[in-house]
């Protein structure tokens, strides 16, 4: 007896939801828009981490060494001198290392200029992500660039106040709320942004450093992203709460539905008391209102959301499952030669390293010559081992 009051709860419920389908409807659409503004700016704001997220993996490194007390190894680095590089690259448990630095700048976008983010990595180690076109750059007057800017390979770009060739294309790279990442050589960077002095603001590495020269601290890949996301984090905060308010409104619309439309049964429901209907089975018919109202809101919801899906960046869906881990690869992002290669530096060889791609079982195939690596810039001039020969 008792289930077959809550059917006709149920049926009394959908046939009132039909009756009063105007505002039904006016409830749906109200709350999908809202459902959708909320999809959006989560996306957003998580977009964030992802795209810094996708930025450090690019890299290829496992660790950062910066200066101890810095901030990160990016945008909260301190600048230092290349002198323990070599030292580094010989510490115990690293596999490779490499001269990194970042810094911001401008380019310029016909009359106007954009903000832009700028590494500096070796041509051929750590640091340097693939191009989905064209070559990493190897001459300070090289870059390799966002495709988020629309150039190609051959065009010349004016970042700051120098004219660099574009030789490469990296796919969606972005940073600081889509702002495009542009990637030069290490020294390419220290001419950008230092004048040319051999300054770097961290050295990237491969392996597991188990002890660092005095004054050096080694950050790893989630301090990494984390310095990257320091300038957003305020926004990303003031974006979350913003959607929390908005769930909060489609909760409150859903809610004034259901209570308008128990004022206006109240008659109803009193007919259902008298006739013995018990009060959850009225209940159950009410909240099958509620639950009809969030569903259709929910679809209408994702629908609009998905047609508003330019709002949010492309590194929340390119990246999504190296965020969450999905594939269980550490190495998301990397490419198959950043993955797999060591490093033997010879002491006093000018720091000449041979770099060996690795098999399965550590051995080069006969295939995988092992290749002398030289430094081929004006940095090895001085009689130190070149910091950009240690990679």
Not at 189 to 213: C, D, M
């Amino acid at each position: 007896m008792e289930v077959g009051n809550v059917v006709g709860m149920l049926l009394a419920a959908l046939r009132d939801m039909q009756w009063r389908m105007r505002r039904l409807v006016i409830a749906v659409v109200s709350t999908g828009i809202i459902f959708a503004m909320t999809l959006v700016l989560t996306g957003l704001a998580n977009g964030f981490r992802v795209e810094a997220q996708r930025t450090v993996d690019s890299m290829g490194v496992d660790a950062f060494v910066i200066k101890a007390g810095a901030a990160g190894p990016f945008l909260g680095s301190t600048p230092f001198a290349l002198v323990d590089l070599p030292r580094v690259a010989s510490a115990p448990g690293v596999v490779a290392a490499a001269p990194l630095a970042t810094a911001a700048t401008t380019i310029r976008d016909g009359v106007s200029r954009r903000n832009a983010t700028a590494f500096g990595a070796p041509a051929h180690g750590p640091g340097m992500p693939r191009a989905s076109e064209g070559r990493a750059p190897s001459t300070p007057d090289e870059v390799a660039v966002s495709s988020t800017l629309g150039r190609h390979v051959g065009d010349n770009v004016q970042v700051g106040a120098r004219t660099l060739r574009v030789v490469g294309i990296v796919p969606n790279s972005t940073a600081l709320a889509k702002m495009p990442n542009i990637f030069l050589t290490t020294e390419g960077l220290q001419q950008l942004a230092y004048n040319g002095q051999p300054l770097i603001t961290s050295i990237g590495i491969v392996g597991t450093p188990r002890q660092l020269p005095n004054g050096y601290q080694a950050v790893d890949r989630p301090a990494g992203v984390s310095d990257l996301l320091r300038p957003v984090k305020d926004p990303a905060g003031a974006i979350t709460i913003v959607a929390f308010l908005l769930w909060i409104v489609a909760v409150l619309i859903i809610g004034s539905l259901v209570y308008l439309s128990t004022l206006e049964r109240l008659r109803d429901f009193a007919v259902f008391k008298a006739i013995g209907v018990p009060t959850r089975s009225i209940l159950a018919g009410l909240a099958l209102q509620a639950v009809v109202v969030a569903l259709l809101a929910a679809v209408l919801g994702v629908i609009l959301a998905q047609g508003a899906g330019t709002a949010v960046p492309d590194e929340c869906r390119n990246a999504y499952a190296c965020l969450r881990g999905a594939t269980g690869d550490r190495d998301c992002g990397r490419s198959a030669g950043q993955r797999r290669w060591t490093k033997t530096c010879g002491g006093g060889r000018s720091g000449a390293c041979v770099r060996r791609s690795l098999t399965s079982a550590h051995r080069p195939s006969p295939s995988m010559r092992a290749t002398t690596l030289r430094a081929t810039s004006g940095l090895d001039s001085s009689p130190n081992p070149s910091p950009t020969a240690c990679i």
